[in-house]
């Protein structure tokens, strides 16, 4: 009782102790207080069993006390508080002095803390909702263990800063706690504060003043509620706060604490969690931070050191002091504690010692007497019983105390209640109004019920619990809820109606009705007074073996006050050891069990292994068969291999058809996914949030990140060598080495960093590369980078996916995109997710409604495959279980209680496949020493080389998650393998994630034969290469990493799989291993087996009906099998019908599998082999079947009993059975099996002989892996919920989540992946080691990351290809978007340019030379490639022969057919609305000065004579825009556009406005000349529509628009060239007069403006080497050039007024020196023109021309005497646009809306008839007929080029078969000589009076030549046939009148046609 602190009285301790009592006694009026003497030294006690323990039970839940919590019930002593000081600050949260004191406000402020000083929180009474801030001397504040806190106080003020407070009353005077009681620091200084990673303030973990309050508290607040998926409320985790280290920790915390998590889980964190199979792990992460942070205290927190009393301390009454190692039980890891036991020298036992807040094993005292643990209970009892405290409202949880290592404490249920509890308020935030929670009595009874209903095998799950109290509530208040939730009522265990309010009295009478008819299996201990008393009653029946066959005790105490105590024990062997097993996280459960193998603890289960052997130790029988062997092999089985083997070293290589290496290629699916990736990231980049500018890239790089797997990593490795993606993406020249494909691919391992920052490198320097940041396997390691800050020291990998893949350098780096692959995407699907609902890729279903979608030649076998191979009527089931081994294991669990079950189960399964060798090697007794099922792997393991000419055998995994056990069963099974001399026969390799592959030489040499390698160095690196290699591959790690295995792959033995720690992604993650694709073409159905299932009244028997089960393949033959068959209704392999074993055991004996029948007929070799005995003589059933069934997943296997009965392997070999059967005497092949039937003897078909050579891996296409699972997985697998999903699926969905709230639906079956994801987005939420913990985002949009995407899809089906065939397109999408189509077409009727004596012969010339220009004659044909279809003009008398014309093209083809090269987009080009970048965000309006669409709309008009009106066109000008327009004042009206003067030499803009006409082209006309123009100032203006306006304003905010009046709605794009012009001149004359009154010249104004199509793209300028001036030589080269040279080296021009249009080439490919030879050419020009507004002030565009205006246009300005220049070395190349410009013109008929289509010739009609009218504008309907269907009208014209037809003042196209002749009736118009010419037409279309009689007199026309007037109307027609004379020449029909099919309202045109007398 001595106090070993210097300076503390001895006596200190008695003391402390009287002064509660004491105080206790006086203020209590109920509660007896406890005499002190029992107090100390029962403490004294504890201390020595917690030493023995080693661990604690956490007896306390959290009660927010108020008063009451803690004190009796009785009335507190008021307590009068002292007036406050005058003048003084009592607002609440603030201290005297005004200062603000709460938390919230405190947090980011920054707090000088004086040293010695900690932060802690105040709770005020009347401020229930906030924490005050202040500073206390932490030696008057508790360690861990609630000891060592000096008496009094001494705290100081943060608010205002006053010091030296040395009683707390006056302290809590000063901060306005305003207590009504006497204010101690205990009750009101709550928690420490510390600060988190961003700095900020935040509640810590709880002061420790009681450690029982201390540890309940924590418990709750650290979410243990992890259990099984009761989260907290779903406000979010508490816990929160204690992730952060508390102040003044010390990172050195004891050796234990510390690498307890990091090491093996990350800091376990992730660990604590998983809802273990039955919820959970209980102890979340943050709580196992907590742990570690609180054990780091700098005292020593040693266990057990008995003097450690502490000084003396006020306490409250009911406290009852505790051992001081209690905080080692419950905050630091188990690690922590195995240290300290072991120095201690204590045996450890970690289910009980670990605790997180789930599994607290170490008492906590409470008020009550203390309830003794008995000292045997776990001999006697063959398991630790696990206590789950549920209601204790008075008082708190007994105390226990005695033998606390035999007995676990969970607050699991606790939590699950008050979680039901809390379901109403999830309710009333949807508006319901206040709806009462279930009843606590209720709960209680509905638990009853619940555990009633269980069955012997099944554990409790709280998930069940949860869904069956939120169904008795629904139900309770459904007409108040209906309208809020619509889910259906799930149904669950039949629970009582919830309308009658079960009361406390009636409870356990209830209770004990509902546990009356389960046979003893739920017991209920009624109590009066305590929960105590019902727990030492439970003790004392369990010591007298009373509870032998009970399962779950439920104690009631529903004494006091009508309330309820309650807690439920579960004491059955098998629930008790799994329930304590699964609140162990993972890092403690590897600890344990290596833990056990060190200290020999094992030893016990061999030696009692060796005494099951009648013939003694197997290890003793292995050692006298391998030398009965030696020196000779008799085991024919050896024999034979091994002559095989040596067979093929010789070099006869035999061939096997079956095994084949498959081609690579990309599966239709595969294909799709690639594609549905891509869409997302254009997507990405089409949303007008700029976060990913896909024009900008050029090229595409990636990084794949994948777990720190070296089989994963060479696996990788590999599939990116072998898709050819480095050389698609241009990363890598021809012949790609394995070295360079390695920067490619990054293991997540401590050497990641490095790799990752020359990553994060590169993509800095390279912002116009992509890069694609692959995190393959997703799911794993997302722990918290906060977590590695915390254990740094320990394990580098802890967290560094966060830090790597979060940092800011990739969030923010624009050239990134992130995608997570994985096939488990729940963890990253919570509430703070960064990733996008939207952004999510799910792997597609391959049947929609029926159809097949992508249809594939192999069928993908996963989970729900394999789920529905066990249901009824199905083939046989794939997965199994083996019921021998769990009852083999279940009874050894008995035997072996201190062992854990991993462990038992491991040795007996080694112990299994041992005996399984030995009995297949020929000691046939060792049969009963395993089971059917580890017998069945073993012989098809060993027969499966046998069959194959070249050796190909199958492969076992045999999955030990636990290293240290794989490396056992490693050694054990060499160990046999090597005494039964098979080394050479079978492989074994050991898989762990951290090493490669090691396969003996002798097995590399044969996979090398097989797979014709020929480097002498190679070694199989993934499993993948070890196809058709006989081998079992024990697969460790404590999760699959990705790798995948090969097709030979037949058992997948799962049944080590740690089946308590049951989370959805651990479950689907190991069943993902067996996942396979099978074979399309033999569908798996099952319609063929009906027919013969039958014969007689026998049915087939499973041995050699499998086949055809499976349904891979039908054959008949097959089916007339022996043996009855028997159907139960499990499928495990002992009592299951499909096991093919009869479901009683005891008939096992008839094996008359054992009779020496040898088939009819098989070869010699298998003659000589003896034959082998079935199977364990308890077995049952002959083993052939359920063995043979088992071929149809695995390889063809040889029947057990009779070798050469082997199932068949090829479909092909099968037919021939048919014709070949041969029926076999009984005698012959015995397959009898004893049943519940009588046994009968079937011939079984003779054929079977056949097969045995067949190679196993002939159906390993075929077949999927069966699949052997523990006892409960399969159950939780196969059973299905209410809503029809596997129960597996309502697990919690990651150990690194947890549910945001129990008042959750439930999984719909019919949920699709989408639906799913959105699920676990409402009702998950992130651990706080998780490492999206920080993102609260709360599903708010700016919470996701922009550029991260998340493709999920099932394991192993091919997403490592898709994401490579992703990244293929992706890169071909980048080059096509670099890239465009530019029509590539020669010039046409080349042949026919005049051939004058005047060529332009200065081929040197920069700019032409205005005199020797003047000289050159005008070239009237047609050139451009687009006119190919236009009538063609004749400028001399040509001789042109029809066929030199080409055939004329249907309008369709037009667009389709024009020829079209795919050209790389250069740096000057031109862009449409797709293009974003950097360099011209600012050019598109994205101003910083300027909001974006801020501009102007000003009107402008002028008069134009020929409109005979005003004209009003309206300019948009953005606000950015404005400085190139005039005003008359700021914002005023606009008077005009600024134009340059001629002498200007500037280099820095373009001097001519260019103009875009456009239409229907918002998107996709090429209007951002930014990069074009090089940067260089310049004015643009789009000519548009009124109706388009808003679109094209929409889409280029900050371009100058030029809005065409209404009118001109209809019109074609004569109109705004028209419009264009006469605007250019009117705002010439006004800035002449303008600028004259500055004193300039008019003629120095500058006259110019372009007009360019919206589809011109880049421009090309050709360099020429003559090699001297008038010599032959001549060489020349094109390269692409800016807009902006071209422009300024044309407006540079000497005399460059004196030109009225200026053009250039259209570019071509095919362009040869002919064209560029001469440097300028007088010629159309077209597309993109130069054009001079002052010389052309009296040449019009025809405003009403569709088609060809700017080939009337260029004739009329040459007829009016002005040059047409082109300059030949410049051209422009034009993007094919497929929409908008004319193509936006249909035309349609009025009487119909369907798009009818109309022909050509209907496009006219007679007046005055009953034709349909068309929607379209007549001058289109016009040109349109004259181009298709001139010939109507000119007959004598056809093809008669020699007489062309005449046009006066303008050009029409008559089509290609027709010439014209083009003449102006202008006067001194320069014309062609036309005395040469006999014309076989005239048309004259809408004349002027330009035009007269006397001017037609003067040409010549062919007889019967026809004539076509076309006037406005009618009258006009017939003025202008009097005004011409035309009658004298010209005679005329009145059925020779048209119109165009107009309706009057849209203004016909009128044609007159006659012909020439």
């Known amino acids: 009782m001595g106090n070993s602190y210097a300076g503390q009285l001895k006596t200190t301790r008695f003391e402390e102790v009287l002064h509660d009592s004491i105080e206790a006694s006086l203020r209590s009026n109920s509660l007896v207080p406890r005499p002190i003497f029992s107090q100390l030294y029962l403490e004294a006690e504890q201390q020595l069993s917690a030493l023995e323990g080693g661990s604690r039970v956490d007896n306390e839940e959290e009660e927010e006390e108020g008063e009451g919590g803690l004190e009796p019930s009785g009335p507190p002593n008021p307590y009068q508080m002292h007036p406050p000081p005058e003048g003084c600050c009592t607002t609440d949260g603030f201290c005297q002095a005004g200062k603000d004191l709460r938390l919230v406000s405190m947090s980011t402020e920054p707090i000088d803390v004086p040293a010695g000083f900690l932060l802690v929180g105040a709770k005020s009474p009347s401020l229930p909702d906030h924490l005050l801030v202040c500073a206390v001397d932490k030696r008057f504040l508790p360690d861990d263990n609630g000891h060592n806190a000096l008496l009094g106080f001494s705290g100081n003020c943060v608010g205002c800063g006053k010091k030296g407070f040395c009683y707390f009353t006056e302290f809590s005077n000063h901060i306005n706690l305003k207590l009504t009681t006497q204010p101690k620091k205990q009750k009101h200084l709550k928690c420490y504060l510390v600060r988190n990673a961003q700095g900020a303030l935040t509640k810590g973990p709880l002061i420790c003043w009681k450690v029982s309050e201390f540890r309940g508290r924590q418990a709750l607040a650290s979410a243990c509620s992890a259990s099984l998926f009761p989260s907290l409320d779903s406000s979010g985790p508490p816990a929160a706060s204690s992730s952060e280290p508390t102040p003044g920790t010390n990172p050195s915390v004891p050796v234990g604490a510390q690498q307890a998590g990091p090491a093996s889980d990350h800091p376990s964190l992730a660990a604590a969690t998983g809802p273990a199979v039955f919820n959970g ?173 269980l069955a012997a095998d099944q554990v409790p799950l709280m998930e069940d619990l949860e869904q069956i109290f939120l169904r008795s509530w629904r139900e309770s208040h459904l007409t108040e809820i209906r309208q809020y939730q619509q889910a259906p009522p799930q149904p669950f265990p039949p629970a009582p109606s919830a309308v009658a309010p079960v009361t406390p009295a009636q409870l356990p009478w209830l209770a004990g009705l509902a546990a009356s008819s389960c046979n003893d299996s739920v017991h209920i201990i009624e109590c009066t007074y305590s929960l105590a008393e019902g727990l030492s009653e439970m003790f004392r029946l369990l010591i007298e073996g009373k509870l032998a066959k009970t399962n779950y005790v439920v104690i009631i105490c529903a004494c006091r006050n009508a309330a309820i105590d309650s807690c439920i024990a579960v004491t059955g062997k098998y629930q008790a050891r799994i329930l304590s097993e699964s609140l162990l996280t993972p890092a403690e459960y590897q600890k344990e069990v290596s833990y056990e193998l060190v200290t020999g603890k094992v030893d016990s289960l061999g030696a009692f292994f060796s005494t099951l052997c009648p013939e003694g130790d197997i290890d003793i029988l292995l050692d006298k068969f391998h030398q009965e062997n030696q020196g000779h092999i008799s085991s024919s089985l050896t024999a034979s291999s091994v002559t095989k083997s040596t067979s093929l070293d010789v070099g006869s290589a035999p061939t096997c058809t079956s095994y084949s290496l498959e081609p690579r290629h990309i599966r239709p699916f595969q294909l799709a996914v690639a594609q549905k990736l891509l869409s ?3 997507s990405i980049a089409d949303s007008s949030t700029q976060n990913l500018d896909l024009g900008s890239f050029e090229k595409v790089d990636f990084l794949i990140c994948i777990p720190p797997s070296e089989v994963t990593y060479q696996q990788t490795l590999f599939h990116v060598w072998h898709s050819g993606v480095l050389l698609e993406l241009g990363l890598e020249k021809e012949h790609v080495t394995k070295q360079r494909v390695e920067q490619y691919v990054l293991k997540l391992d401590a050497e990641a960093q490095t790799k990752f920052k020359s990553f994060l490198q590169n993509s800095f320097q390279n912002p116009h590369t992509l890069f694609v940041l692959i995190h393959d396997h997703a799911h794993w390691d997302l722990v918290s980078s906060a977590v590695h800050n915390l254990y740094s020291q320990s394990d580098p990998s802890v967290g560094l996916v966060d830090r790597l893949l979060n940092c800011k350098e990739v969030k923010e780096a624009p050239n990134i995109v992130t995608l997570h692959v994985t096939s488990f995407p729940y963890a990253l699907q919570t509430q703070h997710t960064l990733i996008s609902p939207y952004n999510e890729i799910h792997w597609p279903a ?69 005996a ?85 030489t002798h097995f590399v040499k044969q996979l090398k034969m097989w797979q014709k390698i020929e480097d002498a160095e190679w070694r199989p690196q993934t499993y993948l290469e070890l196809e058709g290699l006989p081998c079992i591959l024990i697969f460790s790690g404590m999760d699959p990493h990705g790798e995948s295995l090969p097709r030979s792959l037949r058992y997948c033995d799962l049944r080590l799989i740690n089946s308590s720690c049951l989370v959805r992604t651990a479950l689907e993650q190991e069943l993902g291993l067996a996942a396979y694709f099978v074979s399309n073409e ?37 089916k007339r099998s022996p043996v009855k068959r028997e159907r139960p209704h499990s499928h495990d392999s002992a009592s299951s019908p499909l096991s093919s074993k009869a479901s009683s055991k005891s008939a096992g004996s008839v094996l008359c599998g054992e009779s020496s029948a040898q088939p009819g007929g098989p070869s010699q070799r298998e003659q000589a082999r003896p034959l082998q005995p079935c199977g364990p003589s308890e077995e049952g059933r002959v083993p052939g079947d359920k063995q043979r069934l088992r071929a149809s997943q695995g390889p063809p296997v040889i029947s057990r009993h ?32 004893s049943g519940s039937s009588s046994s009968s003897t079937v011939p079984a078909a003779g054929t079977l002989v056949l097969q045995a050579a067949q190679c196993s891996m002939t159906k390993a296409c075929q077949q999927p892996p069966v699949v052997f699972l523990p006892k409960l997985v399969y159950d939780m697998v ?96 980048l080059i096509r978007l670099t890239e465009v189509d530019v029509y590539d077409e020669e010039e046409i009727s080349i042949n026919l340019r005049e051939e004058s004596d005047w060529h332009y012969l200065q081929l040197t010339d920069p700019w032409p030379d205005l005199e020797l220009f003047k000289k050159l004659p005008f070239d009237y044909i047609i050139h451009d490639p687009k006119y190919e279809d236009a009538s063609l003009i004749c400028s001399r008398h040509q001789g042109i022969k029809s066929e030199e014309r080409g055939t004329p093209r249907k309008p369709e083809d037009l667009y389709v057919r024009r020829q079209t090269a795919r050209m790389r987009l250069s740096k000057f080009a031109a862009h449409n609305t797709y293009h974003h970048c950097e360099q011209c965000h600012q050019y598109l309006g994205f101003h910083p000065r300027y909001q974006l669409y801020e501009s102007t709309l000003h009107a402008f008009a002028f008069s134009y004579s020929m409109l005979g009106e005003e004209v009003q066109l309206h300019f948009i000008i953005p606000k950015s825009k404005e400085h190139h327009f005039v005003f008359s004042q700021p914002g005023g009206q606009l008077e005009s556009m600024r134009l340059p003067l001629v002498t200007d030499k500037s280099r820095e803009y373009i001097k001519s406005p260019t103009f875009t006409p456009t239409t229907g082209r918002h998107e996709h006309g090429l209007f951002n000349l930014y990069h074009a123009m090089d940067g260089a100032s310049h004015l643009h203006v789009l000519v548009v529509k009124e109706y388009e306006m808003a679109v094209y304003k929409k889409y280029w905010p900050n371009h100058i628009m030029l809005v065409l009046p209404s009118v001109f709605n209809s019109a074609g794009v004569g109109a705004a060239h028209f419009l264009i012009k006469e605007l250019s001149y009117h705002n010439l004359e006004l800035e002449r007069s303008r600028q004259e009154e500055l004193g300039i010249q008019p003629q120095d104004i500058w006259p110019f403006i372009v007009i360019s199509d919206d589809s011109c793209v880049m421009w090309n300028v050709v360099d020429v080497d003559c090699g001297g001036e008038r010599s032959r030589e001549f060489s020349w080269s094109e390269r692409n050039v800016s807009l902006k040279y071209i422009m300024q080296h044309i407006e540079a021009s000497p005399n460059i007024t004196h030109y009225a249009l200026i053009g250039m080439r259209k570019w071509s490919s095919k362009a040869g020196s002919r064209e560029v030879r001469e440097p300028f050419s007088r010629c159309h ?63 349609t008929s009025k009487a119909s809306d369907s798009p009818v289509s109309i022909m050509p010739a209907q496009y006219i009609c007679a007046p005055d008839s009953k034709h349909t009218f068309l929607a379209a504008p007549a001058q289109l309907l016009l040109e349109k007929f004259l181009q298709h269907h001139s010939h109507r009208f000119f007959p004598l014209s056809l093809k008669n080029h020699g007489h062309p037809v005449l046009l006066v003042d303008c050009y029409l196209n008559l089509g290609p078969q027709i010439s014209v002749c083009y003449v102006s009736s202008r006067p001194h118009s320069l014309n062609i000589s036309c005395s040469d010419f006999t014309f076989s037409g005239l048309l004259l279309y809408l004349c002027d009076s330009f035009v007269g009689a006397g001017f037609l007199k003067k040409f010549h026309f062919l007889k019967g030549a026809t004539l076509c007037v076309i006037c406005q109307d009618r009258n006009s027609l017939r003025q202008t046939v009097v005004r011409l004379e035309l009658e004298d020449e010209w005679q005329f029909r009145l059925r020779d009148e048209f119109q165009t099919a107009n309706a009057k309202e849209d203004r016909p045109l009128f044609f007159l046609t006659g012909r020439h007398i």
Request: proline content about 6%; hydrophobic content about 35%; some cysteine.
């Open 846 to 914: 391959s049947y929609s409604n029926g159809a097949d979608l992508y249809p594939e030649t192999k069928k993908y076998f996963g989970l729900s495959e394999f789920i529905e191979s066990t249901l009824s009527g199905h083939s046989l089931p794939l997965l199994r279980y083996d019921s021998s081994f769990e009852a083999m294991v279940t009874a050894l669990g008995k035997r072996f209680p201190r062992l854990h079950s991993a462990v038992i189960r491991t040795f007996v399964l080694v112990q299994h496949y041992a």
């Open 1082 to 1118: 033999i569908p798996l159905e099952k319609g063929v087996r009906s027919e013969a299932l039958e014969s007689g009244t026998e049915k087939l028997s499973s041995t050699d009906s499998e086949e055809e089960e499976l349904g891979t393949e039908g054959s008949t033959s097959e």
């Open 1278 to 1373: 196969t059973s299905t919920d209410s809503s029809g999903l596997p129960k597996a699926a309502s697990l919690l969905p990651s150990h690194s989540v947890m549910w945001a709230s129990s008042f959750r639906p439930l999984l719909s079956k019919t949920m699709t992946s989408t639906e799913q994801s959105l699920y676990y987005r409402q009702w998950t939420v992130p651990r706080p080691s998780h490492m999206d913990y920080g993102n609260r985002a709360e599903g708010r949009v700016d919470g996701f990351h922009p550029r991260r995407l998340l493709l999920s899809g099932p394991p192993q089906i091919g997403k490592t290809g898709a994401y490579l065939q992703f990244l293929s397109i992706l890169s071909r999408m």
């Open 916 to 1000: 399984a060798m030995m009995a297949v090697s020929g000691l046939s007794r060792m049969k009963n020493h395993t089971s059917v099922e580890t017998l069945e792997i073993a012989q098809n393991l060993l027969d499966s080389p046998r069959r194959c000419p070249c050796g190909h055998g199958l492969m076992v995994l045999l999955r030990v998650p636990c290293s240290p056990l794989a490396a056992v069963a490693y050694e054990r099974l060499a160990h046999v393998r090597a005494r039964l001399a098979l080394e050479q026969h079978f492989e074994i390799i050991l898989g762990h994630p951290s090493s490669g592959i090691s396969v003996g």
């Open 680 to 682: 997302h990231v254009c």
């Open 1725 to 1787: 020009v077209h597309d993109f023109i130069v054009l001079n507004v002052d010389l052309t002030q009296n040449v019009q565009y025809n405003q009403n021309r569709f088609l060809c205006d700017d080939v009337d246009f260029n004739l009329r300005v040459h007829s009016a005497g002005l040059l047409l220049c082109r300059f030949n070395r410049f051209s422009v190349m034009k993007k094919q646009i497929v929409v908008g410009g004319q193509r936006s013109f249909h035309i």
């Open 1202 to 1233: 009779s070798p050469g009965l082997a199932p068949q392997p090829d479909s092909g070999l099968r037919t021939t059975q048919r014709s070949t059967q041969v029926s076999v005497t009984s005698s012959s092949s015995q397959l009898s099996c």
């Open 281 to 453: 792990k209980d102890s979340p992460k943050d709580q196992q931070l907590v742990k570690n942070k609180l054990s780091a205290m700098p005292r020593p927190s040693a266990l057990g050191i008995l003097s450690n009393s502490g000084p003396p301390k006020k306490r409250h009454k009911g406290w009852s002091p505790e051992s001081p190692s209690a905080t080692d039980g419950g905050f630091s890891q188990g690690g922590g504690n195995r240290a300290k036991y072991e120095s201690a020298g204590v045996s450890y036992m970690p289910q009980v010692g670990v605790v997180g807040p789930a599994s607290v094993t170490f008492p906590v005292v409470a008020s009550g007497e203390p309830v003794s643990v008995p000292d045997n209970l776990l001999k006697i009892c063959k398991a630790k019983p696990v206590i789950f405290k549920g209601k204790y409202s008075h008082g708190n949880f007994p105390y226990l105390c005695g033998n606390l290592n035999d007995v676990v404490v969970s607050p699991l249920l606790y939590t699950c209640y008050q979680n039901s509890q809390s379901i109403s308020r999830a309710y009333e935030q949807y508006g319901a109004s206040t709806i009462q929670p279930i009843s606590e009595e209720t709960q209680l009874l509905l638990t009853v019920y619940y555990l009633v209903q």
